[in-house]
Nanobody, 114 residues
Framework: VQLVESGGGLAQPGGSLRLSCAAS????????MRWYRQAPGKERELVAY????????GYNDSVKGRFTISRDNAKNTVYLQMNSLKPEDTAVYHC????????WGQGTQVTVSS
């Protein structure tokens, strides 16, 4: 199983970024996918999840209405569209799936600052 995140970077408050997570090594279309984030000095928190078919999604209250999770099972990729970014969104973002054990990508840094 391999998960590779991309798309992070520096954004201004109110700006947008789109994260991608390319998956391989497993049958992507069968598994729920999640985005987590961890800010310096804080515990890792679940940001959003999406069911295997994409028909069901869920969000941390802190990002509801601003972030959108989606997936393309033909491309084995899950996305996180982040709009109206705030400084408190600054963190390393990881994608995750579970198949007998948790699998994590290496993460992508998102920094929101003016």
């Amino acid at each position: 199983v391999q998960l590779v995140e991309s798309g992070g970077g520096l954004a201004q408050p109110g700006g947008s970024l789109r994260l991608s997570c390319a998956a391989s090594g497993f049958t992507f279309s069968r598994y729920m996918m999640r985005w987590y984030r961890q800010a310096p000095g804080k515990e890792r928190e679940l940001v959003a999840y999406i069911s295997s078919t994409g028909s069901s999604t869920g969000y941390n209250d802190s990002v509801k209405g601003r972030f959108t999770i989606s997936r393309d099972n033909a491309k084995n990729t899950v996305y996180l569209q982040m709009n109206s970014l705030k400084p408190e969104d600054t963190a390393v973002y990881h994608c995750n799936t579970f198949s007998n054990r948790n699998y994590w990508g290496q993460g992508t840094q998102v920094t929101v600052s003016s």
